[in-house]
């Protein structure tokens, strides 16, 4: 059995996180861990901002989850590729991922939700976590890499 820590979105949900690496990385997608129930109503964006400014975004919906997972089910959870038609070149510096959505309105009975990992965290932490819900909510950036 699966079990999940998930946060529902009510408004918004962010998360921050940090490059330190000495180079610009471009961002091609990012990858959110996504909860489903009951498939929502609305249009949801996920957004890069720096200091409060987006620097880019794009919005999807319930019926693209399904769509992306094939299936008819109405309760999903999945990593959902967002992919830029652009891609987003960003270096180092503190970023905020933030999750937000137009025409939604949230539901115990039908609600979107941001995963945070409890086991094999893909995201590094500061300090120990005393509970799961410490834990940062679970995304993956994809990035361009030139093979020479």
Do not use: C
């Not at 990012?30 to 964006?45: D, E, L, S, V």
């Not at 995201?123 to 994809?142: K, Y």
């Amino acid at each position: 059995m699966t079990k999940l820590v998930v946060d529902e979105l009510l408004t918004t949900l962010s998360q921050t996180f940090t490059l330190n690496k000495n180079m610009r990385f471009t961002v091609e997608a990012i990858r959110p861990y996504i909860y489903m129930h009951n498939t929502p109503a609305g249009t949801f964006k996920i957004a890069v901002k720096s200091g409060g400014t987006e620097l880019f975004s794009k919005t999807f919906t319930a019926a693209e989850i399904k769509s992306d997972l094939e299936t008819t089910d109405n309760y999903a959870h999945l990593w959902k590729g967002i992919v830029f038609s652009n891609p987003a070149h960003i270096g180092n510096g503190e970023y905020e991922l933030e999750l937000s959505s137009t025409g939604y309105t949230y539901s115990e009975t039908s609600y979107l939700g941001w995963i945070r990992e409890h086991e094999n965290l893909t995201n590094e932490i500061d300090g120990t976590p005393v509970s799961d819900m410490q834990n940062p909510r679970a995304f993956q950036l994809l990035t361009r890499q030139v093979v020479r």
